[in-house]
């Protein structure tokens, strides 16, 4: 048996834990509490703001489910993602949205790193820093794929860097997203969404609950409602309007957005590399959506980065030309930082080290009176 410096202090890193049956990494500094599932995705279920003791992602009524021992009574056609969609934030790869099928192979709805296990190795374990290394292979696809997280003393940031490499001898097509989910007690009609985003499209498929015309556009973040009411989708309505809305948020100046709380005066902030992943979703579901698998029941906001959209799976990118196209060998590394902070009510900007530029909410409220 090997023995390591436990500590209960500055940066910690665990991987001794269990969760319903997989393997959980446990990160942590002073500001923040991260947990990671590395046998299912390498799923984050809960970013922990330490400070506030906020956690800012959605958790779902299904809770988290071992896709091991769990097995559906039948298979459906867009895959196994929903029957094991815990919330949280899931990675997506190589496919986004509904299943498609490509050179042969299914894939299911948001690809398969996602449902899978990922080897891991602790590499830095330190006050000072922490650092755990995750790798994994597709199994229908021949991607492989290193992600390192890391996160520094007393710093409210937790460091994302990927490597996908095409390992196939022939050149692929792909979509490659993230998939963070917020909920509350952190979501509430209190919340703000900033991104510094030109355009809206609406889904060209939506719910019947939905507020929007399929296939509208709009200037980023008004648009108007199917009742002719203008729809502010940078402020989140209460659960109470019982509506659900797809939209892609296009022509972004930088990649980075906020959402912020401005009731608690606390947020999560995401910074990512705008020229790889060009197009950011933004799901909402206030209590709108019914039958499988939600059922009403959920009260949520994703905001994805992706490479490609719509959401209609890799055939329907392809068709639009937003797909990622790798050569035979070719590798691509990101570099992602998530943060939160506390004490404002709005953001200007998220640097691409993190910082936090706080929004002047009078002077914006003052331009919209004008």
Not at 71 to 83: M, N, Q
Not at 154 to 176: A, Q, S, T, V
Not at 187 to 215: F, I, N
Request: net charge negative.
């Amino acid at each position: 048996m090997g023995y390591i410096h436990e500590r209960n202090y500055g940066c910690r890193v665990s991987a001794d834990y269990t969760y319903r049956g997989l393997k959980t990494i446990i990160m942590e500094n002073e500001k923040l509490h991260i947990t990671i599932l590395a046998d299912k995705g390498t799923d984050i279920i809960e970013f922990l703001y330490k400070p506030l003791d906020v956690d800012f992602l959605w958790r779902s009524p299904l809770g988290v489910r071992n896709p091991g021992l769990n097995v559906p009574t039948i298979g459906t056609h867009i895959g196994s993602f929903l029957d094991y969609y815990e919330g949280g934030w899931q990675e997506c790869l190589p496919n986004g949205g509904w299943a498609a099928k490509y050179k042969g192979a299914e894939l299911g709805l948001h690809g398969e790193v996602c449902n899978i296990p990922w080897q891991f190795s602790i590499i830095e374990d330190n006050p000072e820093r922490v650092e755990v290394k995750f790798r994994v292979r597709t199994y229908r696809t021949p991607f492989y794929l290193e992600k390192f997280l890391s996160m520094e003393s007393n710093k409210p940031i937790l460091h994302i860097k990927e490597k996908l490499l095409n390992e196939g001898e022939e050149g692929m097509d792909l979509m490659w997203g993230y998939h963070p989910a917020f909920g509350p007690p952190f979501l509430s009609e209190h919340c703000r969404v900033d991104v510094p985003a030109k355009k809206v499209e609406v889904c060209s498929e939506g719910a019947p609950t939905s507020r929007l015309k399929p296939g509208d556009k709009f200037a980023w973040p008004n648009c108007k409602g199917k009742d002719g009411k203008t729809v502010d989708l940078s402020r989140i309505p209460p659960a109470s309007i019982k509506a659900a809305d797809m939209v892609y948020l296009l022509e972004l100046e930088e990649g980075w957005y906020a959402i912020t709380n401005t009731k608690k005066k606390v947020g999560f902030g995401l910074h990512w590399p705008k020229e790889v992943f060009p197009y950011l979703w933004y799901w909402q579901d206030y209590q709108g959506e019914f039958g499988y698998p939600l059922y009403g029941r959920t009260y949520i906001v994703a905001l994805e980065p992706f490479t490609s959209y719509p959401r209609f799976g890799l055939e329907e990118a392809i068709k639009r030309g937003t797909q990622m196209k790798m050569a035979s060998g070719e590798s691509v590394e990101v570099y992602l930082k998530a943060v939160a902070y506390e004490g404002i009510e709005g953001v200007e900007r998220i640097t691409e080290n993190g910082e936090i530029k706080e929004r002047d909410i009078c002077r914006v409220d003052m331009r919209k009176i004008k």
